[in-house]
C-alpha cells in the first residue's frame, strides 16, 4: 500500500501508473505466444465482421 497526499500529487497520473502496473501483473501471467495472439485478433475481427458487416454495406 502507498499513500500520497493528494494535495501534492496529481491522481491522474497516479491512476496511470497503478493502471500500468496491472498491466505488467497481467502480462507477467500470459503464456500465450505473439502468434497466437495475432491469430485471436484476428479471429475476433472476423467474428466481428460477420455480425455487423450488414451495418456498414448495404
Same mark, same amino acid.
Given at each position: 500500500?502507498?499513500?500520497? #497526499? !493528494?494535495?501534492?500529487?496529481?491522481? &491522474? %497520473? ?12 497481467? #502480462? !507477467?501471467?500470459?503464456?500465450?505466444? &505473439? %502468434? ?23
Amino acid at each position: 500500500m502507498i499513500r500520497f #497526499n !493528494a494535495s501534492l500529487v496529481d491522481m &491522474e %497520473e497516479v491512476q496511470k501508473l497503478t493502471s500500468y502496473f496491472r498491466f505488467l501483473e497481467s #502480462n !507477467a501471467k500470459n503464456q500465450g505466444t &505473439e %502468434e497466437e495472439a495475432t491469430q485471436l485478433a484476428q479471429d475476433v475481427h472476423k467474428d466481428w465482421w460477420k455480425k455487423n458487416r450488414s451495418r456498414f454495406i448495404k
